[in-house]
């Protein structure tokens, strides 16, 4: 493998583009046409413009991609996280071109990318799922199984991901409402408006694992992460490993019940199994194939480069490391500094910065590709960095993490990092084991105006 073409942008594009650095491989970039100016087009090897601002003009758009990498000679595509890389057509494209898709098989994203599908793949290999149906044909359907299955329940899209395309309903009268809003929200974001429902389990936490697998057989779990800080739109807002207040019976059954997912799906590449807990029961969720955008979490506390990884296993080499090779060493946190107003339900917040003061020291790692000046685009995620503390203990990482976001210093747009100093300080974070609605009880408003 001597070229990869990077089919993303930020600071993924950026965390790529340096493990193929790493690994002696020149780079590609694509960019929009709203993102010239970006540092994942400064520095990769060549780049190219693949389109005007929306993505799906741009980062989605399929033909321009491969025909920039045909064009520069690339031999692979690494497809980061959102936009194609779950997109098992994509896959199959790049293969039909010639192009090594660094991710897991076209098979593999299929199969696990319908949540329908995957959970019944799931619930043949002995996984405990939460119950549900497979896909729905309409809201009467989804009615008579909300009924079956007991209230409260959740609408969620096959096809979805990141919040998107998911309604609770807790009572019949809510259902046909809920599915339209839910059918609409999933047919705009990802093209597929099929939903299923599911037991909506209240109070849980998630978690979830991660593994890597390559084309050998071998696979691996590099332990798990809590993600129970989320946003009102279940988008994960900060993210820990290992997951506190969780019990040693509880945690090696997730990373054991993590690997039998994996294995099922024959699966290559870097990928994650996400759970809700509650109490001593785990259910399996869904699964997600590709690089997680909390990836550097497991990477600080396992000593382990992921992205690498994922680019040998795609090169056709074995895992560098095994089972018994990886061990846990302290703890990791990392908070997502998003161009977004918590005073207004989190709405993104597009627009120029001023100033860019991110932190460092002994412990922190930022990934980011944010600089004085650079605009913010509306067409995308609004992530404009990922601080990640670690420490030889959970407290210390947290102190740590506390002092980062005091450096943080970002003008021109509202950002998160005001709600994340306030959750990192907040005596109910600090305990561990909050569930998924700890955001919903927690006044975003005047966290953000007095960090």
Same mark, same amino acid.
């Given at each position: 493998?001597?070229?990869?073409?990077?089919?993303?942008?930020?600071?993924?594009?950026?965390?790529?583009?340096?493990?193929?650095?790493?690994?002696?491989?020149?780079?590609?970039?694509?960019?929009?046409?709203?993102?010239?100016?970006?540092?994942?087009?400064?520095?990769?090897?060549?780049a190219y413009?693949?389109? $005007? =601002?929306?993505?799906?003009?741009? #980062?989605?758009?399929?033909?321009?991609?491969?025909? !920039?990498?045909?064009?520069? %000679? /690339?031999?692979?595509?690494?497809p980061?996280?959102?936009?194609?890389?779950?997109?098992?057509r994509?896959a199959?494209?790049?293969?039909?071109?010639?192009?090594?898709?660094?991710?897991?098989?076209p098979?593999?994203?299929?199969?696990?990318?319908?949540?329908?599908?995957?959970?019944?793949?799931?619930?043949?290999?002995?996984?405990?799922?939460?119950?549900?149906?497979?896909i729905?044909?309409?809201?009467?359907?989804?009615a008579?199984a909300?009924?079956?299955?007991?209230?409260?329940?959740?609408?969620?899209?096959t096809?979805?991901?990141?919040?998107?395309?998911?309604?609770?309903?807790?009572? $019949? =009268?809510?259902?046909?409402?809920a #599915?339209?809003?839910a059918?609409?929200?999933?047919e !705009?974001?990802?093209?597929? %408006? /099929?939903l299923?429902?599911?037991?909506?389990?209240?109070?849980?936490r998630?978690?979830?694992?991660?593994?890597?697998?390559?084309?050998?057989?071998?696979?691996?779990?590099?332990?798990?992460?809590?993600?129970?800080?989320?946003?009102?739109?279940h988008?994960?807002?900060?993210?820990?490993?290992?997951?506190?207040?969780?019990?040693?019976r509880?945690?090696e059954?997730?990373?054991?019940?993590?690997?039998?997912?994996?294995?099922a799906?024959?699966y290559t590449?870097?990928?994650?199994?996400?759970?809700?807990?509650?109490?001593?029961?785990?259910?399996?969720?869904?699964m997600?194939?590709?690089?997680?955008v909390?990836h550097?979490?497991?990477?600080?506390?396992?000593?382990?480069?992921?992205?690498?990884?994922?680019i040998?296993? /795609?090169?056709?080499?074995?895992?560098s490391?095994s089972?018994?090779?990886?061990k846990?060493?302290?703890?990791a946190?990392?908070?997502?500094i998003n161009?977004?107003?918590?005073?207004?339900?989190?709405?993104?917040?597009?627009?120029?910065?001023?100033?860019?003061?991110?932190?460092?020291?002994?412990g922190?790692?930022?990934?980011?590709?944010a600089?004085?000046?650079?605009?913010?685009?509306?067409?995308?995620?609004?992530?404009?960095a990922?601080?990640v503390?670690?420490?030889?203990?959970?407290e210390?990482?947290?102190?740590?993490?506390?002092?980062?976001?005091?450096?943080?210093?970002?003008?021109?747009?509202?950002?998160?990092?005001?709600?994340?100093?306030?959750?990192?300080?907040?005596?109910?974070?600090?305990?561990?084991?909050?569930?998924?609605?700890f955001?919903n009880?927690?006044?975003?408003?005047?966290a953000?105006?007095?960090?």
């Amino acid at each position: 493998m001597r070229k990869i073409l990077i089919a993303n942008r930020g600071e993924i594009a950026l965390r790529v583009n340096r493990a193929a650095h790493e690994l002696g491989i020149a780079t590609v970039a694509i960019f929009s046409e709203a993102d010239r100016a970006s540092l994942h087009v400064r520095s990769a090897d060549e780049a190219y413009c693949v389109g $005007p =601002g929306p993505a799906a003009r741009s #980062y989605l758009n399929i033909p321009n991609i491969v025909s !920039a990498a045909l064009i520069s %000679g /690339a031999d692979a595509i690494h497809p980061g996280y959102g936009f194609l890389a779950e997109n098992a057509r994509f896959a199959e494209i790049c293969a039909d071109h010639g192009l090594t898709f660094i991710g897991p098989t076209p098979e593999a994203i299929s199969t696990m990318g319908d949540k329908a599908r995957a959970k019944a793949m799931m619930a043949a290999a002995k996984v405990p799922i939460t119950p549900g149906t497979g896909i729905l044909e309409s809201a009467a359907d989804a009615a008579k199984a909300a009924a079956k299955i007991g209230f409260p329940v959740m609408l969620k899209a096959t096809a979805g991901g990141g919040g998107k395309g998911m309604r609770v309903v807790r009572a $019949p =009268g809510e259902v046909e409402h809920a #599915y339209a809003t839910a059918q609409a929200e999933a047919e !705009a974001n990802f093209k597929n %408006g /099929a939903l299923y429902l599911e037991k909506f389990i209240e109070q849980p936490r998630h978690v979830e694992v991660q593994v890597i697998g390559d084309t050998f057989g071998n696979v691996v779990h590099v332990g798990e992460r809590d993600c129970s800080v989320q946003k009102p739109s279940h988008q994960k807002l900060i993210e820990e490993a290992p997951a506190p207040a969780l019990g040693e019976r509880v945690r090696e059954r997730l990373h054991g019940v993590a690997l039998t997912a994996a294995r099922a799906a024959r699966y290559t590449s870097a990928g994650t199994l996400e759970f809700l807990v509650s109490g001593d029961d785990v259910f399996f969720m869904e699964m997600n194939t590709r690089i997680q955008v909390e990836h550097p979490v497991s990477e600080m506390l396992y000593g382990v480069d992921l992205v690498r990884e994922q680019i040998r296993v /795609a090169a056709g080499e074995k895992l560098s490391f095994s089972q018994k090779d990886l061990k846990a060493r302290g703890h990791a946190i990392e908070c997502r500094i998003n161009a977004e107003d918590p005073s207004q339900n989190f709405a993104p917040a597009a627009g120029t910065m001023r100033e860019v003061v991110l932190p460092g020291g002994y412990g922190v790692r930022v990934d980011s590709h944010a600089y004085a000046g650079l605009a913010i685009p509306p067409f995308y995620d609004s992530l404009i960095a990922k601080i990640v503390a670690w420490g030889e203990t959970r407290e210390q990482a947290l102190k740590r993490m506390e002092c980062a976001l005091r450096e943080t210093y970002i003008d021109g747009v509202a950002t998160t990092a005001g709600i994340c100093l306030a959750i990192v300080r907040d005596e109910r974070f600090r305990a561990g084991g909050v569930s998924i609605d700890f955001l919903n009880h927690f006044d975003a408003a005047a966290a953000a105006a007095h960090p």
